[in-house]
């Protein structure tokens, strides 16, 4: 379980019209300021339609966080076993276009706004001249002996660049209509080293969720994920959906004693 609710902030900095703006200004930064990698897509990365997994791109999201913090000096195993955990409060994600699986991409990510309890964090990925997603995320410290917010490490406060991609506006859910409900089980593969089940599956549960036929026939393009709670191992959570126009599926995901995250996807016909 999480310590208390935290109150969420939002930041409006400048944020990048194109990848030439972006390029123009990111070009004299030093590494420890701009993480770059290139990564090279599998085919397992992919679904029946040709189009990236959601949960793909949050685990990529996720790795090159945990890259750039190692090329700073930051030991995030470390952090683990002295029941240290770093834990997201919440994803903003724009999708721009769906990378071709047969061509690398390139990611970039950094750490934009700095406050005590936690750090702000933008992603852009590329494909040659296109853009494929940008993406802003909060995250935090929790240490888990005592239940509490650990301040952010001093390390990182000299390794802020205040660029933002995107406007970060999270929405609180509010009661859901109309809504139809399936249940999933947290299965052993989706725990993670935290010992909760991975961040990169909520959005995927939510996904799957909506009906056969409106899955089939779209792919989301944007979503939002406020992360409340963590699950564990082998517990049930139940995914409530309610479809709006747009089109537009909003989830409350939860367990039969607390809400665990809400989601918002908005969705594009293919």
């Known amino acids: ?11 409006y900095m400048k944020t990048f019209q ?23 897509l599998n085919s397992q990365e992919f679904d029946c339609k040709g189009f990236l997994h ?19 000096g930051h030991d995030v195993m470390k952090d683990i076993e002295n029941g240290h955990q770093w834990m997201v409060r919440y994803y903003q994600v724009s999708i721009e276009r769906f990378p071709n699986p047969l061509e690398k991409i390139k990611v970039y990510s950094w750490v934009s706004q700095m406050e005590r309890l936690h750090a702000t964090r933008n992603f852009l990925i590329t494909q040659g001249d296109q853009v494929i997603s940008k993406a802003a995320s909060q995250w935090f410290i929790v240490n888990q002996k005592v239940k509490k917010f650990e301040p952010m490490p001093e390390t990182y406060k000299s ?36 010992q909760h089940m991975n961040n990169s599956y909520y959005p995927l549960l939510a996904a799957e969720a909506v009906e056969p036929k409106f899955r089939l026939s779209h792919v989301p393009h944007d979503f939002q994920i406020y992360f409340r709670k963590e699950v564990k191992f082998d517990e049930t959570i139940k995914v409530l959906t309610e479809l709006k126009e747009g089109p537009e599926t909003v989830h409350s995901l939860r367990t039969d004693k607390e809400e665990l995250s809400q989601i918002i996807i908005k969705w594009r016909a293919i």
């Open 1 to 11: 379980m999480l310590p208390t609710e935290y109150k969420l902030k939002h930041y």
């Open 159 to 194: 390794n802020i660049w205040d660029m933002n991609l995107l406007d970060v506006d999270i929405k609180k859910v509010s009661d859901l209509q109309n809504t139809f409900t399936r249940e999933s089980r947290v299965a052993y593969h989706m725990i993670d080293s935290n």
């Open 18 to 40: 194109t990848l030439d703006d972006f390029l123009k200004e990111s070009k004299d930064l030093t590494p420890n300021l701009l993480f770059q990698m290139s990564y090279e």
């Open 54 to 72: 959601i949960s793909s791109l949050m685990r990529l999201f996720q790795l090159v966080a945990q890259k750039d913090m190692h090329s700073n």
